[in-house]
């Protein structure tokens, strides 16, 4: 049973002998043959043991695991905890109470004791027993890949990996390993309880799978082996992908590209969105329900916002989608803004001037009317624009929208609609429009960068006087 456990020690836990670890220890046989084989291979090791108040003989376990770290010369710590209590006090259940505090516990102790890793004792059996978990609630490739040898749990350390060395030893070995080594298991009585999920799995479902196939668990091992490779493959090309796709990324959001999501498959589309919900709630499981209605919100260009999972939400803003916090303090620098003290300013012809994000307004006097004629023609940048001068009247300013604003773009045949009416037609993110920079003279407005002048003010073949108007953003100064 123990052939591949020096490798799996050194080469997939990827641990330094010289470096000590915490090993949490419940007693039972799984742990205990954990913490044998790791001192036996000349581990440093500390024992943990967290005491979860639930049993009458909770204390008893403990004591058993302080006596057993001692006879091995072994040093040791216990903390207790009214795990019932928590979980009342947290509306979670005693499952994911017990979990939170134990392992809360254990990555204290490696902090406080400047330890490599924490080892727990997760046999094959508990990898069929959470894939199957995961497999019920509809998982995806990355629930069903199942636990891996070392990881972070970022929801409790950032730093620190768990380890789970024994991922390839039945439960029954343990039991016949701590028998050859005069170790003593204890046993919980409440293993036994259909009170818990993962206790109906092992008591009732896999018994009754069995009979269908009696080597089931080890049809789901060797199922997770291949997942687990496939998903180390997805996960690099993934990397790749998320490069090209990614736009913006803090603590408090994600800024992907919408028009890559539109163009490639719902898969990629799930999996990128997973990808940014890891990165933003580290630990944040994303079920499949989730993300398929994620991948439905994306096709579906009407639809403005979606809650996600985890506290996050999932909207769009022009050709950006963002999962974002509720509060997160989104960038206004992808578009021009007018200054926050600054409602109004006069245009000099010619003239320069930065405005907010460091945006760059230009305007001059064109000197060929025939060549500004053709680069307006062939012109895709919707923020420069060249103007018939004789058009234009005396006084220009650059100005923030005001109540009442009408506007007769062009294409429109000199028809006027509200400016409130332009932005929402043409899906100005509604948080950008207040301070959205209009050239206008007076109340008339000119020109909405961004997108067209006004038919009035439009260049003709025949102008004779020509002005030229941009809008520069940072990166292209």
């Known amino acids: 049973m123990l052939e591949n456990i020096e490798f799996i020690l050194r080469v997939q836990c990827k641990l330094d002998p010289k470096r000590p670890i915490i090993v949490g220890v419940s007693g039972g046989p799984d742990s205990l043959c954990l913490m044998e084989i790791l001192r036996e291979s000349g581990y440093h090791i500390i024992v943990a043991h967290f005491n979860h108040q639930l049993r009458f003989d909770a204390d008893s376990d403990a004591k058993a695991v302080e006596d057993t770290a001692s006879r091995l010369m072994l040093p040791s710590v216990v903390e207790r905890a009214d795990v019932r209590a928590h979980a009342e006090a947290e509306s979670l259940s005693i499952e994911e109470a017990a979990r939170n505090l134990r392992y809360r516990f254990l990555f204290a102790q490696a902090h406080r004791l400047k330890a490599q890793a924490v080892a727990v004792g997760h046999t094959a059996d508990d990898q069929v027993e959470t894939v199957l978990m995961h497999f019920i609630r509809g998982a995806g490739l990355n629930g069903l890949k199942g636990m891996a040898y070392r990881t972070l749990l970022p929801v ?84 790749s992908w998320w490069k090209k796709c990614a736009i913006q990324e803090t603590n408090d959001f994600v800024m992907l590209d919408l028009s890559f999501l539109t163009t490639h498959s719902a898969g990629l589309q799930r999996n990128l969105i997973r990808h940014a919900v890891e990165r933003l709630v580290p630990g944040q499981e994303t079920v499949f329900a989730v993300l398929e209605r994620a ?69 001059e006097r064109w000197r060929l009317p025939a060549l500004a004629w053709e680069q307006s023609s062939r012109n895709d940048d919707r923020f420069q624009v060249w103007l018939d001068a004789e058009g234009l009247p005396g006084d220009l300013e650059l100005r923030v929208r005001r109540p009442g604003d009408v506007f007769e773009p062009l294409g429109m045949k000199g028809h006027s609609q509200k400016l409130s009416d332009f932005f929402i037609n043409a899906k100005t993110p509604q948080r950008a429009r207040d301070r959205w920079p209009l050239l206008c003279s007076g109340d008339r407005v000119i020109w909405v960068p961004g997108y067209r002048p006004a038919e009035s003010s439009k260049l003709k073949q025949e102008s004779r006087k020509v002005v030229y108007f941009s809008l520069t953003p940072p990166s292209e100064k």
């Open 156 to 239: 409790f350390d950032l730093e620190i990996p768990i380890i789970r060395p024994l991922l390839d030893v039945w439960r029954e070995e343990t039991e016949v390993y701590c028998a050859s080594h005069g170790l003593h298991p204890h046993y919980d009585p409440t293993n036994e309880s259909f009170n818990f999920l993962r206790n109906r799995l092992r008591h009732a479902l896999i018994p009754t799978l069995e009979s269908y196939n009696p080597r089931f668990r080890e049809a789901v091992w060797r199922s997770v082996q291949s997942l687990s490779s496939d998903h180390a493959l997805l996960t690099e090309t993934l990397d």
């Open 295 to 363: 991948a439905a919100f994306i096709a579906d260009s009407t639809r403005v916002r979606m809650d996600l999972t985890g506290g996050l939400v999932l909207f769009r803003e022009g050709d950006a989608l963002y999962i974002a916090k509720l509060n997160a303090r989104l960038p206004f620098d992808r578009w021009p803004q007018m200054p926050a003290q600054m409602d109004s300013f006069p245009v000099a012809l010619p003239g320069h001037v930065n405005i907010a994000g460091d945006w760059k307004f230009s305007a």
